[in-house]
């Protein structure tokens, strides 16, 4: 089933692994092998969060925020429109990207096409599965009731993940460094990766990745 095995529900504290900030990203060979293994994964909700976080280079909250109407098949594109964040107080919320520039379309290199494609007959499955116990809710990661999947999640995921292939640790924003990374090392236009990074211009992209 769809599973967010590291909360029990929306009321569930925040757990303190959020709290922990990695500054060290993936090397060329390290990400190489990171693809690798993760095209590898047998549980098909990891396997394509995975894909996401290194070949987009998304933002924890874009990813969780994602729904099945942001992806478009026919044309090879995703849209950010969407930020889901847990808050103690309140518990999981869904809020507006926080400037214009986070809302954006990239388009994905067909194999996450084709790992979404195998992803969504998946999802459909399931949610024909749990029937009337399906929260309708749209969005591609979830708990087992269809409600969206808590924040924490995908790094509990990532971080079980590394540690079952002696990958080192790097958290989930450290892979969007890491795949934005990759696109400068790869000769793409520092515009063009700013733009798909959702930065508001290349002087701040280039600020950050100095290195």
């Not at 926080?98 to 949610?127: F, G």
């Not at 995908?154 to 958290?171: D, M, Q, V, Y």
């Not at 795949?179 to 508001?200: D, E, L, N, W, Y």
Request: hydrophobic letters at 35%; aromatic letters at 10%; one cysteine or more.
């Amino acid at each position: 089933g769809i599973r967010d095995t590291s909360v029990t529900g929306v009321q569930t504290f925040a757990l303190p692994i959020c709290t922990i900030k990695e500054k060290k990203i993936f090397d060329e060979d390290e990400t190489r092998n990171f693809v690798k293994l993760a095209l590898s994964e047998k549980d098909i909700r990891k396997r394509t969060l995975f894909s996401i976080y290194i070949y987009l280079g998304l933002r924890n909250a874009e990813v969780c925020g994602l729904e099945w109407k942001d992806i478009n098949f026919e044309n090879n594109t995703l849209r950010i429109a969407r930020n889901s964040l847990y808050f103690r107080e309140f518990g999981i919320v869904t809020k507006e990207p926080k400037t214009i520039n986070s809302k954006r379309v990239l388009t994905m290199p067909n194999s996450l096409t084709a790992i979404l494609k195998e992803y969504k007959v998946w999802w459909d499955d399931n949610k024909i599965m749990y029937g009337d116990l399906w929260a309708s809710s749209d969005r591609l990661f979830l708990q087992d009731n269809g409600s969206p999947i808590h924040p924490c999640t995908p790094r509990n995921w990532l971080r079980n993940f590394e540690s079952k292939n002696g990958l080192s640790h790097i958290s989930p924003h450290a892979l969007r460094h890491t795949s934005i990374t990759m696109q400068i090392k790869a000769g793409v236009p520092i515009k063009t990766v700013s733009q798909r990074a959702g930065h508001s211009d290349e002087h701040i992209t280039l600020s950050i990745y100095t290195h």
